[in-house]
Every structure is written in structure tokens, then in C-alpha cells.
């Protein structure tokens, strides 16, 4: 072996320079990994399989590569990121559909069944999955990261809770309920009307 490649001996704590506290974690340690390694551990972050789906699909875990440790869905997590997609392209078809039927379809019987329906009924429920889905995403305050689920939960019920509560009502439950109900949803001359 050529003289400047030594290799440090092990220590009693099971790592060459490294120390192991009571609960097992490592101190001192030198490399990026270890301090993810050490972090994850101290604060009993899931681990395996599950602990990456939870940290790289909804950003929850320890800090990570400028990110700050989450309890909650990170804002900026891929699944956040996709939530808002679906929401900006939901919106579109909102804006584009409802005016067309409103103008065009307005002068049929209640017992019509719209062509959009299927489509109305996943929006409306997607809208109204997302009112229980804000609770449990962190926010940023002031520039401030805050995970603490009381915390987010107070300041969406102050702030736009009551404007997503009244927008996301699922008017195409109740359209379907009338077709169901009232008009005898497989009757086909009653939809024809």
C-alpha cells in the first residue's frame, strides 16, 4: 500500500471517526449523507420504501437539499405541484364549459342529462377533496416554513376556507340525484326531452 493511503482504524463506536450517541446516531459525522442519515433518525422519519415515496412523491420527512423537514405535503413536493395543475386545468374546462351550457341547454327539462355529467361529477368531487387536501399541506408564512397542522388549519379556516366551502358545492351530485330520483335516470325518451 503506497504511504499516503492510511486507512483509520475503527473505533469502539462502529465507524472510522464517527461517534454513536445513546439512541444510535452518529455525531460528528462528515459526509452530506450521514447528517440526512443522523437527521432522519433523530426525528423518527418513516424509513425504507415507504419514507422515499413519502419524501420525494409529497416532500414529507427530514431536510433535504435546501428544503425544510415536513410533517405535512411540502408546497412544492410533485404531488403539490400536481394538485395545482389539475386545479389550473379544471378551471379551463370550467370557464369553457359553463358558459356554453348555460347559453345552450338552459330552455331543456330538468330530467336532460347533460353530456358533460361523468365529467362534472370527478370535478366536483376532486374540488371537494381538495378543501380536506389544504389542511394537510404546509405553508409558507413571511418566508417561513410552517408544518404545524393546528397552525395551517387555523389560518385556512380565517382565510379561504368559506370561499372554497361555497364554490366547491357539487352542483352535478344534485343533477344526478334529479335524473336518479325524479326522472327515472334509464329512461331514454325522458332524457330525449
Known sequence: MPPGNKIAPADANGGGG??????????????EEDDVTASS????????????????????????????????????????????????????????VV?????????HSSCYR????????????FF?????????VGQY???????????VGLRYLRSAFLFDLVTSCPVSYLDLWVLMAQCGAGDEEAQDQ
Not at 410533517?71 to 389550473?88: D, N
Not at 365529467?119 to 366536483?124: S, Y
Request: charged residues 15%; aromatic residues 12%.
Open 128 to 136: 371537494v377533496l381538495q378543501i380536506g387536501y389544504t389542511f394537510v
Open 41 to 96: 433518525s433523530s426525528h423518527r422519519w418513516a424509513t425504507g420504501l415507504w419514507g422515499k415515496v413519502l419524501l420525494r412523491v409529497f416532500g414529507i420527512g427530514p431536510a433535504v437539499l435546501g428544503r425544510p423537514a415536513s410533517r405535512l405535503i411540502h408546497p412544492h413536493s410533485p404531488f403539490a405541484k400536481a394538485v395545482v395543475i389539475t386545479t389550473v386545468l379544471f378551471l379551463f374546462y370550467t370557464a369553457l
Open 141 to 151: 408564512v413571511s418566508e417561513e416554513y410552517t408544518d404545524s397542522m393546528h397552525e
Open 114 to 125: 347533460m353530456p358533460t355529467l361523468e365529467v362534472d361529477l370527478c370535478m366536483d368531487t
Open 99 to 107: 358558459p356554453v351550457s348555460v347559453g345552450f341547454f338552459w330552455t
Open 18 to 31: 464517527s461517534k454513536r450517541n445513546s439512541l444510535g446516531d452518529r455525531e460528528g459525522s462528515e459526509t
